[in-house]
T-cell receptor
């Protein structure tokens, strides 16, 4: 299947700035996810999005985070006021159906300085 | 107790040998299990899935599942240097639910 495209591949931002990470999944997929991976640590779940609504979110996904699918195709993760500890790889994932496993995008490396 | 436990390694095996990667999980309602491979700096890539007790083979990979023991493993036969990566185990508990990853086991295949 075609890859999930994420943009940008790398973003450097100053602490306190807002960033928007984008994911372009396959349009007929219903399940979308955001994960992050801090350097040297495990892949952590942030939020799942099903039928254009958040279906589950982790304790990491606090008020500074939001997700949208503004135009029915792109899927965005917004971090309102970035902190140094937000520096990580952010992965978008999608699933066509529950038991097919999830396909991850190529990731966005976010560096907060 | 951690939800998913894996030996972080590194597990070092010579080229051509069998690599055995293990994973235990705590959630008894887990229905399926996925093995992902992650090269350094890259995204996880799905390599195997298993839903039933027993073995499932796909090329050089064999996944083994024992739900009673809450244990899943991945065997890689004829290991190649290109298999050097971190292998992530992820139980799956139901429709649209998140995947919870272990820390992963780093595999090094030596020449």
């Amino acid at each position: 299947e075609p890859e999930v495209t994420q943009t940008p591949s790398h973003q450097v931002t100053q602490m306190g700035q807002e960033v928007i990470l984008r994911c372009v999944p396959i349009s007929n997929h219903l399940y979308f996810y955001w994960y992050r991976q801090i350097l040297g640590q495990k892949v952590e779940f942030l939020v799942s999005f099903y039928n254009n609504e958040i279906s589950e979110k982790s304790e990491i996904f606090d008020d500074q985070f939001s997700v949208e699918r503004p135009d029915g195709s792109n899927f965005t993760l917004k971090i309102r006021s970035t902190k140094l500890e937000d520096s990580a790889m952010y992965f978008c994932a999608r699933a066509r159906s529950a038991n097919y496993g999830y396909t991850f995008g190529s990731g966005t490396r976010l560096t907060v300085v | 107790q951690k939800e998913v436990e894996q030996n972080s390694g590194p597990l070092s095996v010579p080229e051509g040998a069998i690599a055995s990667l293990n994973c235990t999980y705590s959630d008894r309602v887990s229905q399926s299990f996925f093995w992902y491979r992650q090269y350094s700096g890259k995204s996880p890539e799905l390599i195997m899935s298993i839903y039933s007790n027993g073995d499932k083979e796909d090329g050089r990979f064999t996944a083994q599942l024992n739900k009673a023991s809450q244990y899943v493993s991945l065997l890689i036969r004829d290991s190649q240097p290109s298999d050097s990566a971190t292998y992530l185990c992820a139980p799956y508990t139901g429709t649209a639910s998140k995947l919870t990853f272990g820390t992963g086991t780093r595999l090094q295949v030596t020449l």
